[in-house]
C-alpha cells in the first residue's frame, strides 16, 4: 500500500481525526445528568403547583403534569410494556397510537390523584447515581418524598437514554411499579376480548 507523503493530505486527515474527536467529545459532554435533569422538572412543576395553590384542582394539575412532565416521558415504550410482546407486536399502528394516548390519560391521572394533596412543604430529593450515566443506555434514579405530615415516599424513575436527554419509561412507588400494574389489571379484559376490548373500555374510562 502506498503511503501517504504529501503534507498537505497529511493535515487534512490529522485535522479530520481532531475533528471527529472533538465531536464525539461534546456528544457525550452534551448529555445531561439525569439526576440535573428530573431536579429542574421537578422545580419547573412545584414552581407551577406553588403558583396555583388557590386553583389548584383536577384541571389545573392535569395542564401543570402535562407541560411539565409528560414531554419526559416515553409512552411508546410504556405502551409496549403494558400491552406485552403479544398484544403489541400483533397491534395495528391505529391501535397503537389509541393506546398510547389513553395510557397516557391514565399516566397523568396517576400524578393528578398524588398531587390533590400537595402542599409547599414536601420536598422532594434525589439520590445522587453511584455510576456514570455517560455510557450508559438505560439507568434508574431514586427519590424520596418528604411530606409535611412526616410521611415519605419512595420513587424510582427508570430513564432511556433518547438524543442528548433521557426520558423515563417506568416509575415505582413505594416498590410498586406502574407499567407493570397496569399491565396486570389490563390482562383479564385482554384475555376477554383482546386490544379491541381494552380500547373500548379506556376510552369510555377516560372520557376522551
Known amino acids: 500500500m502506498r503511503k501517504i507523503t504529501n503534507p498537505i493530505k497529511q493535515m487534512i486527515i490529522i485535522l479530520c481525526f481532531i475533528i471527529s474527536g472533538f465531536a464525539y467529545t461534546n456528544l457525550f459532554a452534551a448529555i445531561q445528568n439525569p439526576v440535573t435533569m428530573l431536579q429542574q422538572i ?97 439507568i434508574v434514579v431514586s427519590s424520596v418524598i418528604r411530606r409535611s405530615n412526616g410521611q415519605n415516599i419512595q420513587i424510582q424513575y427508570y430513564l432511556h437514554h433518547m438524543g442528548n436527554t433521557w426520558k423515563f419509561y417506568d416509575f415505582s412507588i413505594d416498590n410498586i411499579s406502574l407499567v407493570q400494574s397496569y399491565n396486570q389489571q389490563f390482562q383479564s379484559t385482554l384475555q376477554q376480548g383482546g386490544l379491541k376490548l381494552l380500547l373500548t373500555k379506556l376510552k369510555s374510562r377516560t372520557n376522551k
Do not use: C
Not at 384542582?57 to 415504550?77: E, F, V
Not at 398510547?100 to 445522587?128: C, E, M, Q, W
Open 42 to 138: 421537578t422545580q419547573k412543576m412545584t414552581g407551577q403547583l406553588n403558583a396555583n395553590m388557590n386553583n389548584l384542582n383536577s384541571d389545573t394539575l392535569y395542564k401543570i403534569i402535562h407541560s411539565t412532565i409528560m414531554p419526559y416521558a416515553d409512552t411508546r415504550i410504556m405502551g409496549g410494556l403494558v400491552l406485552g410482546r403479544k398484544y403489541w407486536t400483533s397491534a395495528t399502528s391505529q391501535q397503537k397510537q389509541q393506546f398510547i394516548k389513553y395510557f397516557s390519560y391514565l399516566v397523568i391521572d396517576t400524578y393528578v390523584g398524588a398531587l390533590k394533596t400537595y402542599t409547599p412543604n414536601d420536598k422532594i430529593h434525589f439520590r445522587p447515581l453511584r455510576e456514570n450515566f455517560a455510557n450508559k443506555s438505560r
